[in-house]
């Protein structure tokens, strides 16, 4: 449950397009790079294309913490 809510906040972030994971994200994508090993790309949240890992990281992380910045998970038993 907790790593649905936190993909979720991220998505939400997203749509809403909230200011630092838009930001990111935009950034990241910018960096289509084909490299030459499928392990050394990642994806972002909302697309399909393969980037660095790093950058998805840090946009993927920048959109789960801005909704979800104290780990609380609501409903959880």
Same mark, same amino acid.
């Given at each position: 449950?907790?790593?649905?809510? *936190?993909?979720?906040? #991220?998505? *939400?972030? !997203?749509? !809403?397009? /909230?200011?630092? $994971?838009?930001?990111?994200?935009?950034?990241?994508? =910018?960096?289509?790079?084909?490299? =030459?090993?499928? %392990?050394?790309?990642?994806?972002?949240?909302?697309? %399909?294309? !393969?980037? $660095?890992?790093?950058? /998805?990281? +840090? /946009?993927?992380? /920048?959109? +789960?913490?801005?909704?979800? %910045?104290? #780990?609380? +998970?609501?409903?959880?038993?």
């Amino acid at each position: 449950m907790f790593h649905t809510d *936190s993909v979720i906040c #991220g998505l *939400s972030a !997203l749509a !809403l397009k /909230a200011n630092a $994971p838009h930001l990111l994200r935009e950034e990241a994508l =910018k960096y289509n790079i084909k490299r =030459k090993l499928q %392990s050394e790309n990642a994806k972002v949240f909302g697309s %399909s294309e !393969l980037i $660095p890992i790093e950058k /998805a990281i +840090v /946009a993927n992380c /920048a959109a +789960v913490r801005e909704w979800d %910045s104290n #780990g609380t +998970v609501f409903g959880f038993n």
